[in-house]
């Protein structure tokens, strides 16, 4: 079936540090591929997302490829800052209505 | 505009007692889902509602959990006879149709004690 499969957390970064999180994916048709974050005491939000092969998505300085050939949706950003602390949920849709959410990875990043 | 509110924002029940949760999406969004979020895991997909109907009841856990949505716009998801097992953050999102992005509630904490 269709599911997520992310990093395990909690990961601590000191600020300005480079950041990665994987995610890979198993899907039966053509997934769309989300990243959510949530931010302490917060909703989820949509941070970015990709609907095709090849798609980069990006958004305040984070991005991520969607890699068909590999299945991976890896969160990436450069230079992470306190503000980014959070949790992050890599997420698939395929068609339908149900999306499906990895576990969440907990960042602290620490000054 | 108001993003989708969801009350009450925290509920302590003890077993066996029924708890309604409730959840106002963005106005104008037909497609209304529940989520339950568990200490540790990822996001369980309950219910999803186009307009009034549930074409997707897939996810409830059991029949002590049903949900329904009236006037195309309030959902209220109902747990009969609580059991400890049910604790969890509930969170509800909406969006413009099936194929848009999802707008997330802050979520209902429901312990059950």
């Known amino acids: 079936g269709d599911s997520v499969t992310q990093m395990e957390g909690p990961v601590t970064l000191s600020e300005e540090a480079f950041l990665t999180i994987n995610c890979t994916y198993t899907?039966?048709?053509?997934?769309?591929l989300f990243w959510y974050v949530q931010y302490p005491g917060e909703g989820l939000q949509l941070l970015l997302k990709a609907t095709k092969a090849d798609d980069k998505g990006s958004n305040k300085g984070f991005e991520a490829t969607y890699r068909k050939e590999t299945t991976s949706f890896h969160l990436e950003k450069g230079s992470v800052q306190v503000s980014d602390s959070a949790v992050y949920f890599c997420a698939l849709k395929v068609t339908g209505n149900q999306f499906y959410f990895g576990t969440g990875t907990s960042l602290t990043v620490i000054p | 505009g108001a993003g989708v509110s969801q009350s009450p924002s925290n509920k302590v029940t003890e077993k066996g007692k029924d708890v309604e949760l409730r959840c106002d999406p963005i106005?104008?969004?037909?497609?209304l889902y529940w989520y339950r979020q568990s200490l540790g895991q990822g996001l369980e997909f309950l219910i999803y509602?186009?307009?009034?109907?549930?074409?997707?009841k897939s996810g409830l856990p059991s029949d002590r959990f049903s949900a329904e949505r009236t006037g195309g716009s309030v959902s209220t998801l109902t747990i009969q006879r609580t059991q400890q097992e049910d604790s969890a953050v509930y969170l509800c999102?909406?969006?413009?149709?099936?194929?848009?992005?999802?707008?997330f509630g802050p979520g209902t904490r429901l312990t059950v004690t």
């Open positions: 899907a039966t048709g053509y997934p769309s």
């Open positions: 106005s104008g969004h037909t497609a």
């Open positions: 999102a909406s969006s413009l149709s099936q194929f848009r992005e999802q707008y």
């Open positions: 509602f186009q307009g009034n109907s549930a074409p997707d």
